[in-house]
């Protein structure tokens, strides 16, 4: 593949067609649609593009054109090479040249997305009041994803299970933790990839939760966390696991098996009609069974598993969730926890839910890895 | 999202330093009669919440108010588990775990200061609405003013600690530079390298952009794939270390004869940059080997990492964003430029520290 921001043709079409359909059921004719390096999941589905720095606005017309402006003249010329579909123009006065473009357009309805980076600005302005709120909309489009959005989630699915393996290579006694993603960094690098979500933890039973890395020594006998989530044609797709540097323990072995039932339990439970709770509710009962019922409350745990695809954290995985599954929707199952005896443990694969239950897409096995001294 | 080293040494910036740049904001907050200052932070704009508490969102979003005393208080949307790690990689007050950032950004607000008639809002105009809308319903548009200007003139110019760390992140981004194989054919290799590099060195994060082929086109691009390199490309390193964010940029490969001029004539005219001279940007362009295309003159001013200062040249893209605006002397800084030689586009940019009125500019030193 040589190209530099990869869309490819069919994830953009399909994409147009559904976002055309949904406003033309809802009576918009230009969807406005705000985004940064930190939120840009709505604009990659609206328009393709994934700002580096700066902030974007995307104007997308019913028919799929498609106009942005952006305020950093560097990322304006970045976009308008990578993307000659789009025009593009950066602009200094980002909001009096968005509300005069909207007048220009001249369009009766016009809606704002998403409320999670729609600029102050935009929605107290001059227009605000005649603006209607399409964050809904694009929610609804971008749950549910195209054969070839999954096709994209798979090949990162893939790529995590290969960097994956960097990870267990890199993980020797004295490494650093910022060493080992350096290495992870480097490996997705090499393979044309520019984003990626990843966290971890190492040590023992002081460990509750991953975190970005620091600098602490890798030592025998750590249990090492980590979550990785690459990201490739603009999908994110993630793993979870567990290894121990050294021979594991029985008590680590024994807790490990744990989290290891409990992911069987809610990747069986993933299937059309089934909710986000009722996945939760199958890891969760697993703990309940061996007395670890404390363990799958917020004091201890985020979320059970949660949607993956434009943005690395979708709808959560949790009791109270009644999001009912449907085929095409992508997420990862993990009852990544506390565990008392060992410290924290993670487990999860990204999963696309189909028409009887679901694919996994994660290949790494579930044992609990270890890495020889 | 941010996953390279992030920790807070206390040798690198104290308590005491962090506790400065506070009540600097704090004492012109009393000045203005504002009420409190509220700074929104995420992994696009986390620039004014670190440099007022060391705090860098790895992901996820918190917002920090400043009142005109005491310490300022992190409302976090991280789950209750991650303050502990809050606490060890910043200096704040107290922590209020806010799920619902706006919504408890609110309360504390009408708790705290209650009919309260100015609260500035750091970049208040992209304050993402998902946060804004709470509060605006509690305190009402016209008590949120935009304090990104007011902030601005306490920002700079930077203190010690800041420069240190400034430094330390420029020789981290040159190191990178250094690693780059001598025969390296793709996009990939390059930027492989120099990823593994920079993040074994200690760097927070790495964002690089890349003109594979200048025969071809100067655009920095950000690579998903893979691409030949031509025989002569550049690579724009923007790099963070303990939230403090510098640029690089360098044009390599086979070394065209004109770029030996244009790297001295750089130096010369990084050197011109003093506080008077900001907004006018690089003098003697004249004098350069080549057309100036585009300059910009960064700085770190809001909660954005680099904003531009002031830019200008003949590209369309330079002239869209020039600003025109101003920073006092001993400010960190970024000249960046393209100059169109006799054999190509180069480009090239260099961290420095502003002059006073008449004194030079000093580079930032890249080998220490």
Redesign the interface.
């Known amino acids: 593949?040589?190209?530099?921001?990869?869309v490819s043709g069919a994830i953009r079409n399909e994409r147009q067609q559904r976002l055309a359909a949904a406003m033309q059921a809802e009576g918009i004719d230009v969807l406005v649609v705000a985004g940064?390096?930190?939120?840009s999941d709505y604009l990659r589905f609206a328009a393709d593009i994934?700002?580096?720095?700066g902030?974007a606005l995307a104007f997308v017309e019913r028919d799929g054109t498609a106009r942005v402006l952006i305020d950093?003249?560097?990322e304006?010329?970045?976009l308008?090479?990578?993307y000659p579909h789009l025009s593009v123009?950066?602009?200094?006065r980002l909001?009096d040249d968005a509300e005069a473009l909207i007048l220009r357009l001249g369009k009766r309805n016009a809606a704002?997305a998403p409320?999670?980076?729609?600029?102050?600005?935009l929605?107290?302005g001059p227009l605000g009041p005649t603006l209607n709120s399409g964050t809904a909309l694009l929610d609804r489009v971008m749950l549910k994803k195209s054969p070839a959005e999954i096709d994209a989630v798979r090949r990162a699915a893939a790529l995590a299970d290969d960097g994956y393996a960097i990870f267990r290579a890199a993980s020797r006694v004295g490494r650093r933790?910022?060493?080992l993603?350096?290495?992870v960094?480097?490996?997705f690098?090499?393979?044309?990839?520019?984003e990626?979500?990843?966290?971890l933890g190492s040590g023992g039973v002081e460990v509750?939760?991953m975190?970005?890395?620091?600098?602490r020594r890798l030592a025998q006998g750590d249990l090492v966390t980590t979550e990785l989530t690459p990201c490739v044609?603009g999908y994110y797709a993630q793993i979870c696991r567990t290894l121990v540097v050294g021979e594991p323990s029985e008590r680590q072995r024994r807790a490990y098996a744990v989290f290891r039932e409990a992911l069987e339990a809610g990747v069986a439970a993933v299937r059309p009609g089934a909710t986000a709770g009722d996945v939760a509710r199958a890891e969760n009962e697993v703990f309940r069974r061996h007395g670890l019922g404390d363990y799958v409350t917020?004091?201890?745990t985020?979320v059970r598993g949660h949607g993956v695809g434009l943005y690395?954290?979708g709808a959560h995985i949790l009791e109270d969730v009644t999001l009912t599954l449907e085929p095409g929707m992508t997420l990862i199952v993990h009852p990544n926890t506390y565990h008392p005896d060992v410290g924290y443990i993670v487990l999860g694969d990204t999963v696309v839910v189909t028409d009887s239950g679901c694919d996994v897409l994660c290949r790494t096995s579930r044992e609990l890895f270890h890495e020889p001294v | 999202?941010?996953?390279?080293?992030?920790?807070w040494s206390r040798e690198e910036v104290s308590e005491q330093q962090l506790d400065a740049r506070v009540a600097r904001l704090q004492a012109r907050m009393r000045a203005e009669a504002m009420d409190a200052v509220l700074a929104y932070t995420?992994?696009?704009?986390p620039a004014a919440v670190s440099w007022l508490t060391h705090f860098v969102p790895?992901?996820n979003?918190a917002l920090l108010a400043v009142f005109p005393s005491g310490a300022p208080v992190m409302l976090a949307s991280f789950?209750?588990?991650?303050h502990p790690?809050i606490r060890e990689v910043c200096r704040v007050g107290e922590i209020l775990g806010a799920p619902g950032l706006g919504r408890t950004a609110a309360g504390m607000l009408e708790e705290r200061v209650p009919g309260a008639a100015r609260i500035g809002?750091i970049n208040?105009?992209?304050?993402?609405?998902?946060v804004?809308?709470p509060i605006?319903g509690a305190v009402g548009?016209d008590a949120l003013v935009d304090a990104t200007g007011m902030f601005a003139s306490i920002r700079q110019p930077s203190d010690a600690a800041e420069i240190r760390l400034a430094e330390h992140a420029a020789r981290i981004a040159a190191h990178a530079f250094e690693s780059i194989p001598r025969d390296a054919a793709k996009t990939?290799?390059v930027?492989?390298?120099m990823?593994?590099a920079a993040?074994?060195d200690?760097a927070e994060e790495v964002?690089?952009?890349i003109a594979p082929d200048l025969a071809r086109?100067a655009?920095?691009?950000?690579?998903?794939?893979?691409?030949?390199l031509g025989t002569c490309y550049a690579v724009e390193c923007?790099l963070a270390y303990k939230a403090t964010w510098i640029r690089l940029t360098r044009s390599r490969g086979a070394a065209a004869p004109s770029w030996t001029p244009a790297s001295q004539w750089l130096r010369e005219a990084v050197a011109t940059i003093d506080e008077a001279g900001v907004a006018a940007g690089p003098a003697h362009r004249t004098s350069a080997p080549g057309q100036v295309a585009a300059w910009?003159i960064e700085a770190c001013v809001d909660s954005?990492?680099?904003s531009?200062i002031s830019?200008g040249g003949t590209a369309d893209?330079?002239k869209?964003?020039?600003?025109g605006g101003k920073l006092p002397a001993g400010s960190l800084a970024t000249l960046s430029l393209r100059l169109e030689l006799a054999d190509g586009p180069w480009l090239a940019s260099l961290p420095l520290l502003v002059g006073a009125a008449g004194n030079a500019a000093h580079p930032l030193n890249l080998t220490g």
């Open positions: 593949m040589t190209q530099s921001s990869a940064n390096a930190w939120r994934t700002p580096i720095e902030n950093s003249a560097v304006a010329a970045r308008a090479a990578e123009s950066a602009s200094a909001f704002l409320n999670a980076a729609m600029p102050y600005r929605a107290l933790e910022y060493e993603v350096a290495d960094e480097a490996y690098r090499s393979r044309g990839c520019p990626n979500f990843q966290i509750r939760g975190h970005p890395p620091g600098e044609e917020s004091e201890y985020r690395v954290d | 999202m941010r996953r390279g080293l992030i920790s995420a992994f696009d704009r790895y992901w979003e789950s209750k588990r991650m790690w809002v208040r105009d992209l304050l993402p609405w998902s804004a809308e605006v548009s990939s290799e930027l492989a390298t990823e593994r993040r074994l200690g964002l690089l952009r086109s655009v920095l691009q950000r690579i998903e794939g893979d691409s030949a923007s910009a954005h990492p680099l531009v830019a893209a330079a869209a964003a020039a600003a």
